[in-house]
T-cell receptor, first 112, second 112 residues
């Protein structure tokens, strides 16, 4: 059951540009989280946005959540080569006995 | 800092072998998870545990079992390894069910 789907699958930009990734999901959520994965490594948590929040910032990251459209976006401003990684959204459902469900990810390449 | 440690970075096993993947976390987290990650499929949940000796099936439990005898340790067992279980395996833990997950570095398992 793939709850979240990221879009686009791949994104290539130049350093200094902004990168926007989108995530759509299917059922109501408790919260939505974004993670980053450098090549061949584990995932690192970036930011969590609760279902009653609409926007959240953390450094160069800005996350929005639209529960009516069941979608979220992650904006990375002023991208750097070090931002090159895969980015995943994960949804936490309201149901007991469930775990975080991840999407397939967006691969971001930032060239200098 | 939370640390989640997986016992091996790389593992090569033969078809039919019984394989144990070990995961240890040092932050007294209630919840632990096993995911597998394959190109184009993202992260898929195999099993998770919300307490010692408790386990819940994820989306793809077939061919796997788990053990959680102590709070800090969550083991994934491949009863009889098959080539279609060649994958990257990621362990994670979280304090509560819907909170931030911390990941290990991953185990890349190859079954030949």
């Amino acid at each position: 059951s793939q709850q979240g789907e990221e879009d686009p699958q791949a994104l290539s930009i130049q350093e200094g540009e902004n990168a926007t990734m989108n995530c759509s999901y299917k059922t109501s959520i408790n919260n939505l989280q974004w993670y980053r994965q450098n090549s061949g490594r584990g995932l690192v948590h970036l930011i969590l946005i609760r279902s009653n929040e609409r926007e959240k910032h953390s450094g160069r990251l800005r996350v929005t959540l639209d529960t009516s459209k069941k979608s979220s976006s992650l904006l990375i401003t002023a991208s750097r080569a070090a931002d090159t990684a895969s980015y995943f959204c994960a949804t936490a459902l309201n149901q007991a006995g469930t775990a975080l469900i991840f999407g397939k990810g967006t691969t971001l390449s930032v060239s200098s | 800092d939370v640390k989640v440690t997986q016992s091996s970075r790389y593992l090569v096993k033969r078809t039919g072998e019984k394989v144990f993947l070990e995961c240890v976390q040092d932050m007294d987290h209630e919840n632990m998870f096993w995911y597998r990650q394959d190109p184009g499929l993202g992260l898929r949940l195999i099993y998770f545990s919300y307490d010692v000796k408790m386990k819940e099936k994820g989306d793809i439990p077939e061919g796997y079992s788990v053990s959680r005898e102590k709070k800090e340790r969550f083991s994934l067992i491949l009863e009889s390894a098959s080539t279609n279980q060649t994958s990257m395996y990621l362990c994670a833990s979280s304090r509560h069910r819907n909170t931030e997950a911390f990941f290990g570095q991953g185990t890349r398992l190859t079954v030949v």
